[in-house]
């Protein structure tokens, strides 16, 4: 039976590019709140963050504990 395992480290590291492009777009929507173009890329890049959480935890258990891990 082949293993169908994502790689860690490249899934952690698409996780930590997704998880800046959310920071770092919220930061930009906090003196923009009414740009729809940044409130479309910040939810595309939202939902990939949520999947990419979801996979992680599916192969390799939850990054973080405490609240809910696929929020942005």
Known sequence: MADNRPCKAELLDWINTVSFVCDDTKLFLDTHPCNTE??????????????????????????????????C
Do not use: C, D, I
């Not at 479309?40 to 939902?47: A, I, W």
């Open 38 to 71: 940044a409130l479309e890329f910040y939810e595309e890049f939202k939902n990939q963050r949520m999947q990419a959480l979801q996979e992680y935890a599916k192969y390799y258990g939850p990054l973080t504990t405490g609240y809910h891990v696929y929020s």
